[in-house]
């Protein structure tokens, strides 16, 4: 049996190059491109993180994610970024999942980003209709959330969250915390001090690692240190990289 990843997708482009000079129109750099790659990214990534762990995996997502561009400018010396365009983002459409047979499924990944392809009202369903459910959602927390198995997120959006946190919401808590570690339940699982390259895209392959893990042994202390081991991987590269 494969796990499913639900959620919005898009193509993440890193256009790398370099500032010489101030533009004189106004105080701002000139930035001449030298090289662009382009990445399947949110829940696409997630995706794209279980098929380089070995896990058997499916993906339901909008088809069009490829026109939905977030395009990062970044200085290739530095790796400063100065800005993300974002392209077309009101176009993600909406999720089917009463059409998803879940029975064929070992465990459901959840990457919601909150676009509109899924409501509060398909990931209660989604939860009701299987026992192993991880959720990695942008939304603010509340009883919806209460049907999933585990929730993903990582220490800003625990911040803007906490306020709805109920004591069964609370245990179902996995706590990102970037060069921190991971929380869970109160412990705390750090992970080693390295040269942090880029961390985007480190959450999904968090994700990826945890489930890859939990569904062997289903035992999420050894689950969430894997999952911090492969993210610290993928921290130490430039761009959007699978672990």
Same mark, same amino acid.
């Not at 790796?79 to 064929?104: A, P, Q, T």
């Not at 985007?200 to 569904?215: C, E, N, Q, R, W």
């Not at 999420?220 to 921290?235: F, H, L, P, S």
């Given at each position: ?33 030298? =090289? ?12 794209? #993180?279980?098929?380089?762990? !070995?896990?058997?995996? *499916?993906?339901?997502? #909008? ?13 290739? !010396?530095?790796? @400063?970024?100065?800005?993300? /365009?974002?392209? +077309? ?6 999720? *089917? ?32 209709? @299987? ?9 603010? /927390?509340?009883?919806?959330?209460? =049907? ?7 220490? +800003?959006? &625990?911040?803007?969250?906490? &306020? ?19 929380? &869970? @339940? ?16 480190? !959450? ?5 690692? /945890? ?16 999952? +911090? ?15």
């Amino acid at each position: 049996m494969s796990v499913l990843v639900i959620g919005e997708s898009c193509l993440d482009i890193f256009s790398y190059g370099v500032c010489t000079r101030l533009c004189p129109e106004a105080p701002v750099p000139v930035f001449t491109p030298t =090289s662009q790659l382009p990445n399947s990214g949110m829940a696409m990534n997630v995706y794209k #993180n279980l098929l380089s762990l !070995g896990v058997d995996a *499916n993906i339901n997502t #909008n088809k069009n994610y490829r026109t939905i561009t977030k395009t990062r400018y970044i200085e290739e !010396g530095r790796n @400063h970024m100065f800005m993300r /365009l974002d392209e +077309n983002d009101n176009s993600y459409g909406k999720c *089917n999942v009463k059409k998803i047979n879940f029975d064929l499924y070992k465990a459901i990944v959840v990457s919601d980003y909150n676009k509109g392809y899924l409501s509060e009202e398909d990931i209660t369903y989604i939860g009701k209709c @299987h026992d192993s459910v991880f959720l990695d959602t942008k939304k603010i /927390l509340g009883g919806w959330s209460k =049907s999933v198995t585990y929730i993903k997120i990582n220490i +800003n959006e &625990h911040e803007r969250t906490k &306020h709805m946190l109920d004591e069964e919401i609370s245990q179902k808590l996995i706590i990102t915390m970037g060069s921190a570690g991971a929380s &869970h @339940h109160g412990v705390i699982y750090p992970v080693p001090e390295v040269d942090i390259k880029d961390l985007s895209g480190a !959450g999904d392959t968090f994700m990826a690692a /945890l489930v890859k893990k939990y569904i062997n042994n289903k035992n999420i202390e050894n689950a969430i240190k894997y999952a +911090n081991q492969c993210a610290t991987r993928v921290v130490q590269q430039k761009g959007v990289a699978t672990v």
